[in-house]
């Protein structure tokens, strides 16, 4: 019924499963399966040591993530006074990118999955995920759920939210 599994990754516990399940379904189905990952550009660097901690990636990932830029702000761009950015470098989190879907490629390989391919883009993860549901002809999309941290997720919606409600095909989100 499936011929081409497209399966969204960022990391978290969700996402894991979302993993776990579409390598499942395209043994039974003899599906390819397409990994996705959108650069985490505004995911807070706590949570990019987490990943690589909960994923197992090596110690160079995390060594990447440490060479960060603190950009003290200016009350010019409207931030509190004292407050700073941290920006991590292209280079950390495209090697995070690549580390982790070569480790998920190799779970699926493992698993007995002959076409894998791997994508990494750079923009919103919602979008990406619609576009590379066109570009890679996929008919299924799968990805993990978040819940509903707080009371601002309800409003502004998430990235399982939208592609749900945009998809041209079917979704499976997994918890």
């Not at 998920?104 to 919103?124: L, M, P, S, Y």
Request: net charge negative; aromatic share 4%; proline share 5%.
């Amino acid at each position: 019924m499936f011929k081409k599994i497209l399966v969204a990754l960022d990391g978290s516990e969700p996402s894991r499963h979302a993993l776990d399940a579409a390598v499942s379904l395209a043994k039974s189905q003899g599906a390819e399966l397409v990994l996705l990952h959108t650069l985490l550009r505004t995911t807070p660097l706590d949570v990019l040591y987490d990943i690589v901690k909960q994923n197992d990636l090596p110690s160079s990932v995390k060594d990447a993530l440490d060479d960060v830029q603190v950009i003290p702000s200016t009350t010019a761009y409207g931030a509190a006074a004292g407050t700073a950015y941290v920006v991590v470098p292209d280079k950390a989190l495209g090697l995070l990118a690549e580390t982790y879907l070569a480790d998920a490629e190799k779970t699926a390989r493992d698993a007995g999955i002959a076409n894998v391919t791997q994508h990494i883009a750079d923009g919103q993860p919602a979008d990406e995920i619609l576009a590379h549901i066109k570009n890679d002809d996929a008919n299924l999309v799968i990805l993990g759920s978040r819940g509903l941290g707080d009371l601002k997720s309800i409003f502004l919606g998430s990235v399982s939210h939208k592609v749900v409600q945009e998809s041209p095909v079917p979704c499976m989100i997994v918890k």
